[in-house]
């Protein structure tokens, strides 16, 4: 079965770096794109990135644009997502995602879901 | 950016019941709509996606309708394992935004 296992939380200081994993099995990892999504405690959730199967294409959303990046190594069946410049508001549960459909462009369905990984970030 | 927004933004319901829930695009996104319920404590779980389809395994009480700007999820007899809260996310074009949530508990 689909099985996603995110790593790499903690809590890190404003300003500092900081990189997610997120371990895949269970289905053939190089044909789906992959999300990223984030919920800061006790709020909703919010889309973060997403990478096409072949890692050709990428989206961000606006509050991390050009602070995160979206990752991913087929050949280890692992997706990465890489945030610089941290702040106060990145504090959240980071849970990545599987699309649901093998195309070009993802579909942003998100069929599975990992458990999450907690960042905090504080001085 | 497209904006969701869902409502109401929560409601007391009891077991038994049927609950409705709207969600509302600030641009028309056709079909590109999906629907995530999360428990406390755990992941989102995918419902229903393209505004009706849904998901296998989900049980049948569960059904959406709807395109454009407005899509509704409806919840016929609620059962105890419903109490949650229910997200909706369009997939019409990034960034793939999520409505606020409804949360839905025992009256």
């Known amino acids: 079965q689909v099985q996603l296992v995110e790593s790499g939380g903690g809590v890190v200081q404003p300003g500092r770096s900081l990189r997610l994993s997120c371990a895949a099995s269970?289905?053939?990892?190089?044909?789906?794109?992959m999300h990223w999504v984030r919920q800061a405690p006790d709020k909703g959730l919010e889309w973060v990135a997403v990478i096409s199967y072949d890692g050709s294409n990428k989206y961000y959303a606006d509050s991390v644009k050009g602070r995160f990046t979206i990752s991913r190594d087929n050949s280890k069946n692992t997706l990465y997502l890489q945030m610089n410049s941290l702040r106060a508001e990145d504090t959240a549960v980071y849970y990545c995602?599987?699309?649901?459909?093998?195309?070009?462009?993802?579909?942003?369905?998100?069929?599975?879901w990992g458990q999450g990984t907690l960042v905090t970030v504080s001085s | 950016d497209i904006q969701m927004t869902q409502s109401p933004s929560s409601l007391s319901a009891s077991v038994g019941d049927r609950v409705s829930i709207t969600c509302r695009a600030s641009?028309?996104?056709?079909?590109?709509l999906n629907w995530y319920q999360q428990r406390p404590g755990k992941a989102p779980k995918l419902l229903i996606s393209?505004?009706?389809n849904l998901q296998s395994g989900v049980p049948s009480r569960f059904s959406g309708n709807g395109s454009g700007t407005d899509v509704t999820l409806t919840i016929t007899s609620l059962q105890a394992e419903d109490f949650a809260t229910y997200y909706c996310q369009q997939s019409y074009r990034t960034p793939f935004t999520f409505g606020p949530g409804t949360k839905v508990d025992i009256k």
């Open positions: 269970g289905f053939t990892f190089n044909t789906y794109g």
């Open positions: 995602a599987k699309d649901s459909t093998i195309v070009v462009v993802p579909a942003a369905i998100l069929e599975y």
């Open positions: 641009q028309s996104i056709s079909s590109f």
């Open positions: 393209a505004a009706s």
